[in-house]
């Protein structure tokens, strides 16, 4: 019986990808170094899977910047923009990140990895776009594995799956590229099996409703790729159960199906129906994703064996392969490094190197004479699984008796935003066009270096909330100079967005190195929330009343609304995930109401992750939407009428989701727009979008610094969209991120864009 994983995390145990990387990008470290040190992580990587009883490795699945952008370059396809850069490394961090001076050029658009929180580059094509394929690059890879003396699987987005993900800069429809992107992937095949024998094809977008003529090119397709090649094809799709793409799928001519059994284990005994009944292809195999790459919980082991068992009695050891749910690259690496959680908590957490293990695991003891390591986990296993769900540490009387009185009253501001937002302007006072940021400013080495002394005992509380404050009394200064309408403090005493409120909060517990990648080299540390939820004490009143303090502009009160907590953990799976949504949103809701006490009038509620959890199949989505909109309700409709609640969300499609983004009824909602030249801001006029809203005019995601002349022209476009007096003017997202040099000269281009049109609006100019 085959074992294997789908992918497994790029970023390493330590973050040694991403300091490679960075120091590279401060050329600190040349080429050489750089790629010597990729070939070092990824023969760890497999060496990792390998020792843990991984038999089928994955190559392919290890990029220095995103999996998506590589598939791209492997095809040629790179935008004009970028013609001209000599092909390697540069060229693929300059179509990443852009770059700013002599050689100024906006990066690719950037936007989420289905519904999770890893952020994928889009690729863009264009009439006539040629694809001129080179594998050479996988194809060292491969050699590197095999070198190794392991087994490679090359690993590749599927056709279909990336013109789906893909767009036409030009208007054009991505689909008429579909026959020339084939012919590319056969040359593609055609190489990779002349040293690869394994072959796995991604096409997640089995997960979702397609369309009919797009489910009906996938027969032409793969007939085509299947004649290129003699290599073991499989074909993997997850995050979500096959459904009614299930007999497409399993009829197309690969020899293995890959089923995401932890997101739909209904798929399996559909999948054998079918292969009894002879409706798939003759004496295809069966992947069984029985291991969770998308949480941390230890597998149930025996419900996974007894679902392996059950394939196996129907098409017998030869024809069932163990592996993980999804590619690892969204778990942490290694549960092992983790000293100081609490042990409890840990005997049921698996991380990428754990879960390895549990495929072993599963795929040994399906034999009725399981060695003696595996009767030992299996035993392991077992008490792990009683251990949860006896432990008193996951329920709270208090707040299950909380959460069963939130009734409707709750979820109500008491009057409409056309009624509340006359006394919000008197009682802040601004003038059109307020110009603000999202929340976080630049974390400076010193920042970090204080949080990290203040962490392991080398100075005391004092002395860090004394280092905190200096900052953020450096940050209200330099806002203040820049001109800004409505300040922050900056969020220096923030490790990340949600790990801070979750440190904070009952219920959840916190890794020293449990880092996940977001995006390139941006990694967060997902807490983990095991159990029942509550605040014990306000988490952000002294920091936020401390800035307001300082200055006579009003300062926002920054929290991460309850959705983009729980989507941005690892969250418990014992209970609704609506539950879960209830108590994280009971308690924002008390830090609201007590920043109000305190005389904040301006409350930011983040939920940039509500788009990210909606369900990929819209059988689902009107439920969660539901809950999810009810519990950011929940948690900011206890203020009062001139207490002016903001969000903010990021990079996602919000055309599908526009009314619920409405039914909100926050105030003022700030989002993601200039990599999209503002396009998205047309969905908001388009559906009568009903408040106020701040469509990001520069991206902070790249290094470069926008031109006044480049934001003024995206507001512009913004004031000929939505009526100029309910837009604001700010970044796309927070600026942490950021150096200061950066940060001062993009906002004060922002506040001179905003000065400018603002007068034009109110001259009637031009």
């Keep these: ?90 060229r693929m961090f300059r179509m990443a990140r852009g770059e700013d001076g002599a050689n100024a050029v906006t990066p690719l658009e950037m936007t989420k990895w289905f519904d999770t929180n890893y952020h994928y580059l889009v690729p863009e094509l264009e009439a006539p776009t040629v694809f001129k394929p080179d594998v050479s690059p996988l194809l060292a890879q491969i050699d590197e594995a095999i070198a190794a003396g392991y087994t490679p699987k090359a690993v590749i987005p599927g056709p279909l799956s990336f013109l789906w993900l893909s767009k036409t800069t030009d208007g054009s429809d991505k689909w008429q590229f ?25 096409e997640p977008i089995f997960a979702l409703d397609l369309p009919e003529d797009i489910r009906a090119s996938f027969p032409d397709v793969y007939s085509r790729l299947r004649s290129a090649t003699k290599a073991v094809l499989i074909l993997a799709s997850y995050f979500a159960g096959f459904d009614d793409n299930l007999v497409t799928a399993i009829t197309l001519p690969v020899d293995v199906l890959h089923l995401d059994l932890a ?4 798929d399996l005994d559909r999948a054998l129906k079918l292969i009894a009944d002879g409706k798939a292809t003759k004496d295809i195999s069966l992947s069984l994703g029985l291991v969770n790459g998308r949480n941390v919980w230890k597998v149930n082991a025996e419900h996974a064996i007894a679902e392996a068992k059950k394939a196996v009695a129907a098409l017998g050891r030869n024809r069932v392969w163990i592996g993980s749910s999804c590619s690892l690259l969204h778990s942490p690496v290694d549960l092992d490094a983790e000293k100081n959680l ?75 935003y056309s009624d509340r937002i006359e006394s919000q302007r008197v009682s802040i006072g601004l003038d059109i066009l307020p110009t603000t940021t999202i929340g976080s400013f630049p974390q400076t080495p010193a920042i970090r270096g204080a949080r990290s002394q203040f962490k392991n005992g080398k100075i005391s509380e004092s002395d860090y909330q004394a280092a905190m404050k200096q900052a953020i009394e450096e940050t209200i200064r330099e806002q203040e100079k820049l001109g800004l309408d409505v300040l922050v403090h900056g969020e220096a005493e923030r490790n990340d967005m949600v790990e801070y409120f979750g440190e904070q909060l009952a219920g959840f517990a916190f890794t020293a190195n449990g880092w996940v990648q977001s995006y390139g080299t941006r990694c967060v540390k997902p807490p983990i929330l095991y159990g029942d939820v509550s605040r014990p004490r306000p988490m952000t009143v002294e920091w936020i009343t401390y800035a307001q303090s300082l200055t006579d502009k009003p300062v926002k009160g920054m929290l991460t609304g309850p959705v983009t907590i729980a989507c941005w953990s690892f969250v418990r799976d014992d209970i609704p995930q609506e539950t879960v949504l209830k108590q994280l949103a009971l308690a924002v809701r008390d830090e609201v109401v007590d920043l109000e006490k305190a005389g904040i009038k301006v409350i930011q ?40 609640i903001h969000t903010h969300m990021c990079y996602c499609d919000y055309h599908q989701i526009i009314d619920p983004i409405a039914d909100m009824d926050a105030d003022v909602i700030s989002l993601e727009a200039s990599r999209s030249g503002m396009e998205l801001l047309d969905v908001f006029a388009d559906n009568a979008y009903p408040n106020e809203a701040g469509p990001g005019v520069y991206d902070i995601h790249s290094p470069r610094v926008p031109s006044a002349e480049e934001i003024e022209s995206l507001l512009k476009k913004a004031v000929e969209t939505m009526p100029v007096e309910r837009i604001w003017v700010n970044p796309d997202c927070g600026l942490k991120t950021r150096n200061w040099e950066e940060t001062r000269a993009s906002l004060a281009n922002m506040v001179k864009a905003a000065e400018k049109v603002r007068q034009i609006c109110k001259t009637g100019g031009a």
């Design 263 to 266: 997101r739909a284990p209904q």
């Design 178 to 202: 579909l026959h020339a992107l084939t012919e590319a992937y056969i040359s593609i095949l055609a190489e990779l099996s002349t040293r690869c024998s394994y072959i796995q094809i991604d």
């Design 342 to 416: 609490p042990a409890e908590v840990k005997e049921w957490l698996a991380f990428a190197k754990q879960k390895c293990a549990e495929i072993r695991l599963i795929a040994e003891t399906v034999d009725d004479s399981p060695s003696e390591w595996a009767v030992t986990e299996l035993e392991k296993n077992r008490q792990a699984q009683i251990s949860r769900e006896k432990s008193p540490l996951l329920h709270d009387p208090a707040v299950e008796k909380r959460v069963a009185a939130v009734d409707q009253a709750m979820l109500h501001r008491s009057k409409a």
């Design 605 to 644: 509620v983040d939920e940039p992750a509500l788009r990210e959890g909606l369900p990929l199949r819209k059988a689902h989505q009107d439920e969660y939407l539901r809950y999810a909109v009810e519990a950011f309700r929940l948690a900011t409709s206890g203020v009062q009428d001139q207490t002016q």
């Design 1 to 90: 019986m085959r074992t294997h994983t789908l992918g497994f995390p790029r970023i390493g145990e330590n973050r040694e990808q991403k300091t490679l990387i960075e120091n590279y990008w401060k050329s600190t470290l040349t080429l050489p170094e750089l790629v010597d040190g990729g070939k070092k992580q990824r023969l760890r990587n497999w060496a990792i899977q390998k020792e843990a009883g991984i038999q089928i490795l994955p190559v392919g699945d290890f990029s220095s910047y995103d999996h998506i952008l590589d598939m791209a370059l492997m095809l040629g396809v790179v935008p004009p923009r970028f013609a001209g850069d000599a092909p390697g490394v540069n």
